[in-house]
């Protein structure tokens, strides 16, 4: 039986955009999902357990590392799924079509979306442990110390540096899925799984300056998620995306600037 069922999952992941299954009704389980990450969120924020999950209070006097990434880990990919999964939903959507006549659709489905979620939980782990770094070094030198404002605009640089480069436009063009219908096609994995670690790799190379951003400001900063989620969502299905990333980077930058002029 998983034989048979295994070939429709290739075949139908494989057929051109033009001449894939009819949408049909929608899940709600996607938009659900996003719309809960958000309610958690906000009730982390109104309650006081935002402060608790900022990386900085994970690490500066919180609890011990092995405790601590796992508290990240959940907080983090609860932004993922609200930040994320909203620039995603054409691929999500082009996914359901696929799978829409299989008997195994709930399972490719959640493959998709279990591939897509670990590339970023790998990408927020590195973040993590590379501001455990970034704290000793500080802590290491008092030069550094007194000037905590150079890593915040750092960290705008870079995003808004990101924002301008060729590997960003490239990224961002195949996580346009399904709008960039050229380059998708010839980048459709075997399985749903390794569809949504692809995407998740391509949406990776676009956002990931943008996300580490989000993770400089923390679990509980309300307006740079709304923003950056706004963001990101017209990027991937905006008629005018790729002028709204070049206006961010420029946004970014001259934000960087200010923050170390003092302004």
Known sequence: ????????????????????????????????????????VLAAQWTGVAAALHHHELIEGGPPLALAIPAFLAAWLVMVVAMMLPASLPAIVL???????????????AAFLASFLIVWAIFGLAALLGDVVVHHLVDSTPWLAERPSLVEATILAVAGAYQLVPLKRRSLTVCRHPGARAAMPTAVPENAGRLGLRHGLACLGSSWALMLLMFGEGFGSLGWMAGLT????????????????TAAGVFLILAAVAVLSGA
Not at 6 to 20: E, F, G, H, V
Not at 23 to 40: E, H, N, Y
Not at 231 to 245: I, P
């Open 1 to 40: 039986m998983a034989a048979v069922e295994r070939q429709p999952i290739r075949s139908a992941l494989r057929l051109d955009p033009a001449t894939r299954p009819s949408r049909g009704p929608r899940s709600i389980a996607v938009p659900a999902l996003i719309a809960g990450s958000w309610a958690a």
């Open 230 to 245: 706004v963001l990101m969502v017209y990027e991937t299905t905006g008629r005018h995306g790729e002028r709204a990333t």
């Open 95 to 109: 996914v359901e079509a696929a799978t829409a006549r299989l008997a195994m659709a709930r399972r490719a489905r």
